[in-house]
C-alpha cells in the first residue's frame, strides 16, 4: 500500500530536521570544510597581505542574523581598507554610493575591490571565513542573506511589501549559501531575492540542502553572477 506525505507531513518534517539535524550537520560540516580550505585559505591571506595594506579579514559593520541579533561576519578582505565606511562618508564616493543603493545593494563596476579582491570574490573564496560563523551556531551552510543593518532598513523603505517576507527570513540563520545564490546570486533585485529566501523558509528540508549545496561549488567555479 503506498503512503503518501502531505504537504503538512513535510514542514512537520522540515521543522524537526531545522531543530536538530541541520545543526548537526553545520557543525561536522564546518570543521571538515575549514580544514579541507585551509591551503587554500593560507594561500588567499598570503594574497591579501602583499596584494594591499591592510588585515587579512574584512572590517565591516555586524550583520543582522536570526531573529534580529546582530553577529560579526568573518570574510577575507577583497577592498581597501575601511571600503564601508568610505562608500558611505566620502564625497568621492557619493555617487558610487547611490548607484549602490539603487541596484539593490550591489555594485557591477566597484573601484573599492582590490586586484586579489576580484578573484577571491568571483570564486567566493573570500567566504571561507563564515565557516567559523558556522561552528559558533551564527550561521548556517545554507541559508537566506545576512543583511547590514542600514541595507535592510533602506530595502524595506525601497521595497515596503516585502516586511512579512523579511519577518520570515530573519526567523532562521542565514547562511553562507542559499537558494537566491544558485539561482542567480547578485544577479536579483531585493524583492526577488527576499521571495526567494522567504519561500526557503518556508520549505526547508535536508534534501533541498543538499540539493543547494551540491550546486554551490559550481557557482563558485564558475563564477556566475558574483559581483
Known amino acids: ?20 539535524l541541520k545543526r ?9 570544510l575549514l580544514v579541507i580550505f585551509s591551503p587554500i585559505s593560507i594561500a588567499a591571506a598570503l594574497a591579501i597581505k602583499l596584494d594591499s595594506p591592510g588585515t587579512i579579514f574584512a572590517d565591516v559593520p555586524e550583520r543582522i542574523g536570526e531573529k534580529g541579533r546582530k553577529f560579526k561576519m568573518y570574510k577575507f578582505r577583497s577592498m581597501i581598507v575601511n571600503a564601508h565606511y568610505l562608500l558611505r562618508t566620502d564625497p568621492r564616493f ?6 549602490y543603493k539603487k541596484s539593490s545593494y ?15 570574490r568571483r570564486h567566493s573564496i573570500d567566504e571561507i571565513p563564515q565557516l567559523i560563523n558556522v561552528f559558533k551556531g551564527e550561521m548556517s551552510l545554507v541559508g537566506p542573506r545576512a543583511y547590514y543593518p542600514d541595507e535592510l532598513e533602506n530595502q524595506l523603505k525601497e521595497y515596503p511589501h516585502t516586511k ?3 519577518t520570515k527570513v530573519l526567523s532562521v540563520k542565514p547562511g553562507i549559501t ?4 544558485v539561482s542567480g546570486r547578485s544577479e536579483v533585485n531585493f524583492d526577488k531575492r527576499i521571495a526567494i529566501d ?7 528540508s535536508l534534501g533541498k540542502d543538499l540539493k543547494i549545496i551540491l550546486k554551490t561549488p559550481i ?9
Open 94 to 99: 557619493k555617487k558610487l554610493f547611490h548607484e
Open 1 to 20: 500500500m503506498e503512503v503518501r506525505k502531505t504537504k503538512g507531513t513535510f514542514k512537520m518534517e522540515g521543522k524537526a530536521y531545522q531543530k536538530s
Open 106 to 120: 550591489k555594485l557591477k563596476k566597484d573601484p573599492r575591490i582590490t586586484w586579489v579582491g576580484k578573484f577571491i
Open 178 to 181: 542559499g537558494l537566491w545564490q
Open 164 to 166: 512579512k517576507l523579511v
Open 24 to 32: 548537526v550537520i553545520d557543525i561536522l560540516s564546518s570543521l571538515i
Open 198 to 204: 522567504a519561500d526557503y523558509v518556508d520549505n526547508i
Open 219 to 227: 557557482i563558485m567555479v564558475s563564477g556566475k553572477g558574483a559581483i
